[in-house]
């Protein structure tokens, strides 16, 4: 019988074991002796390449490549490991560790003489000043020791976020902090390179990326955006990068700049310039300390003015008012007749609850049980007109706008039932109108601010409502039914509850924090208010000659001395000779401006 192949192969073996002649293993030697046979067993490690984050944690244990290394030296860990490529730290080759296990060099391998993150840290630290707290990393790639160890910092070619994470976790450990950093001058083309600049200096007040070459805005949100990211980031330079050149160029510095300041709230200066804030305090060097508190306004720059009436007579408005809502609230179709038969009608809710109200607790009261009763599905569900948040299309964008008086009235029946109190708490509602247009075409504006009990969940809920109204004409069927005027337009805003603070008069906070100053004592209707934009000094005649004049007359009297300029007798004149109409007097005194002598102003 003929011997097998297997059996020959083991009386080959045997023999030349008994001659010495091989060792008692006689299958091939892996270079990692760990799997005989010359078959390598499934590494579980996918990739050589040592990561520049595990080189720097080398001083507090080993890493995977040196541990590697150690695994692949015939002499043990002393000896040392050559490898192709050897200026960074890079992929341990399979050849290189073959040769190096044979004790023969690989083509083109030369020793590593030093760390590639000693290198970066030698740089930081050479870039750092702690007096200032200012990292100065300029022109990388012209510094003479990373041309030599040939390394990649951001903005080279082929460089990755991974050098630039190297660089941002070695400066966050230089103490004091850094303050300062300015990466100016690196063509840095890629927000993503920057990626992890938030992560390791959270606490960043000022930062220089003059002169790269950041083109969207996308590269910007890298490092803004979101919560965590340099939320104490107080100055931006990013003058000579197309980003902010080509918007500049085509006329949107105002866009950029208002982009800019939302992205980083803390902002105060940008591109060397100052923005606009609410504090009122002039924004501080580059060295101010992060630490630093700063007196923040807690109200507008301007008070909150009474409501106004003006250019028609304050009982067109009250009777149209006090008519209106009762109807409204009990009877809805009997305001048919108010309607005009094109007139438009729509609403619109809006869920969100305010921020003062969500400070205050008023959805959440104890006091207030009934607000939880409320349900926006009943709006919501009957043709809520929010273009914000409308869906469907089109057609919901136009059958949500309801035409004609039948359809108005219709529309308004399948809302919930509501109650206005607006004879009883005239202080919970804020009427403005003014008239528009001119001649025939005089209409009444009426913007309304308020609240109402909506049933039967007996919840509050907050609303604005603006009319636009004409003169109801001889016979029609809103004269004939005691209206004077007629409904055009009527738009309704329902909104989640909030108190009628806000158009309180007086000043108007910014945020929630102590009571407000006590309110000086209101004074008479008609008189000049102390925040009257009139010269104090002309006040006291103004007030004397308009005392012969009704409340409304005085009222125009001193909004055209305000807009104008003009001194009490010219103001009456120009109203007087333009029907007390306030549009038409302010234009006829833009063509007569010209000839009035000095005399006619304030």
Known sequence: MFSSPTSSRTLATTTLKGAGLIDSDTRMQDATADKPGGRKGA???????????????????????????????????SDILTIRGASTVGRLRRNAVSAAVAGVAPSKAHAVPVKAVEVWKDFVNRRWNPELRFLNLERMMDDPEIQKHNLLPPGAPASSVREASVLFKLASHLRPAVQTLSLANNNISSGQLLSTLAHYLPKLANLSLQNNNLKVWRDIDFISGRK???????????????????????GKGDKYKSDMARRFTSLIMLDQEAIATIAFDAPGPSSTPVTERRATATTFPYEM?????????????????????????????????????????????????????????????????????????????????????IGGGVDKVVNSLHLGSEEAIRAMSTLPKTKHDVSGSPEKFCIDAWPVGQGENLKLFISLHGQFIEEPSQGIRSFDRAFVLAPAPPG?????????????????????????????PGPMRVQAGDAMPTQPTQQPTGSIPSSSLIPASARAQLEHTISTFSETQRNLIVQICERTGLNAKYAVDCLQNNAWVFDRAIANFEQVKGALSRDAFL
């Not at 290394?69 to 002499?75: D, E, F, S």
């Not at 990211?229 to 500049?248: A, D, T, V, W």
């Not at 309704?492 to 158009?503: C, E, F, K, N, P």
């Open 43 to 77: 590494s579980k490690i996918r990739t050589h390449r040592t990561r520049p984050i595990d080189a720097y944690k080398e001083p507090h244990g080993p890493n995977r490549a040196s541990m590697l290394a150690a695994r692949t030296q015939p002499g043990g860990a």
């Open 228 to 250: 965590g990211k340099l939320e104490h980031l107080r100055e931006l330079i990013l003058l000579g990068n197309p980003l902010r050149e080509l918007e500049i160029q085509n």
């Open 305 to 389: 003015r009474p409501p106004f009436i003006t250019g028609v007579e304050d009982s067109v408005v009250s009777n149209f008012l006090v008519r209106f809502f009762p109807l409204f609230d009990d009877q809805r179709a009997a305001l048919l007749d108010a309607y005009h038969p094109s007139a438009t009608f729509s609403f619109s809710c809006n869920t969100a609850i305010p921020s003062r109200a969500r400070i205050q607790g008023l959805h959440v009261s104890k006091d207030m049980p009934n607000q939880r009763k409320l349900d926006w599905g009943l709006w919501l569900n009957n043709g809520s007109r929010n273009l914000n948040r």
């Open 476 to 504: 029609s069927r809103a004269k004939l039914n005691g209206w004077d005027v007629m409904v055009l337009s009527d738009q309704w805003s329902v909104r989640a509850y909030s108190t009628h603070d806000a158009w309180h």
